[in-house]
């Protein structure tokens, strides 16, 4: 199963209507699905975190695998599941206190250095807001990772876990539904394209356009989706210019 599921079709096209478009062929639509996640990620990767919105849909089998937090499974019904977090995913830019539990790539850490917030007068001597550096450091910071965050805890749901297991699994989809149906469009664009290529549906290419303005959209930060977005690399800045304010009282 991939980032889409037959369900999210049905919201847009009857399965009869497909079926005739794919000529019941389930790989052509596994190509067009392929093509529409490439076409997403190429308007989105340079600012959203896709390897975690973009994950694959399991089917769910409790015995033979150890699943990470953030994975997503369908029972055999259909309905969809995610493997919870065991404590809050770590941010850059959070404040965090001595003893705060983070998730950071698949091991949660514990804080042993708190956020030191930086003071108006130590932000000025960097000059411009480009300049200024991160006030956290990553878990695995390979200088000093261990001393702010100690030793990793790695973190995996034990098999023979059953989906009712709330301390894991929570129903639900976490996938973000605007991305869903304008992937859903591109998908259905390319595969009536290769019936006519230039005779496509109005609708299709209506709502093709309007997925790829979207795409676009995102991409200059014209609109936030539900996304996760990038966190720099470490040593990496996050330019958004201008000189530091000076904050005056009188």
Known sequence: MNYLTQNDFKKQIQVENLNQVISSDPSILDSAVSAALEEVSSYL??????????????????????????????????????AIFPQP???????????????????????QIATQPMSQEVALQFRDYDNLPFLNVYPDNVNSGVQYWGIGVP???????????????????????????????????????????RNVPDLRVKRYDDAIDWLKKCGRG?????????????GGRIRFGGPIKNINSY
Do not use: M
Not at 222 to 234: E, G, R, S
């Open 45 to 82: 990767v340079q600012k959203y975190d896709l390897s975690a919105e973009l994950k694959n849909i399991l089917p769910f089998s409790a015995a033979s695998v150890n699943y990470k937090a953030g994975d997503r499974v369908s029972d055999t019904n259909g309905a969809l599941y995610y």
């Open 89 to 111: 995913p770590f941010d850059l830019y959070q404040q965090y206190a001595v003893g705060a539990k983070v998730f950071y790539k698949d091991s949660v850490y514990t804080c």
């Open 155 to 197: 973190y995996t749901i034990p098999a023979n876990t059953s989906l009712s297991d709330i301390n894991y699994w929570a129903p639900g989809d976490t996938r973000s539904q605007q991305l869903v149906t304008y992937a859903v469009d591109i998908a259905l664009y390319h595969v009536h394209s290769r019936i006519a290529p």
């Open 222 to 234: 014209d609109v936030t989706p539900a996304i996760p977005v990038k966190q720099p690399k470490q």
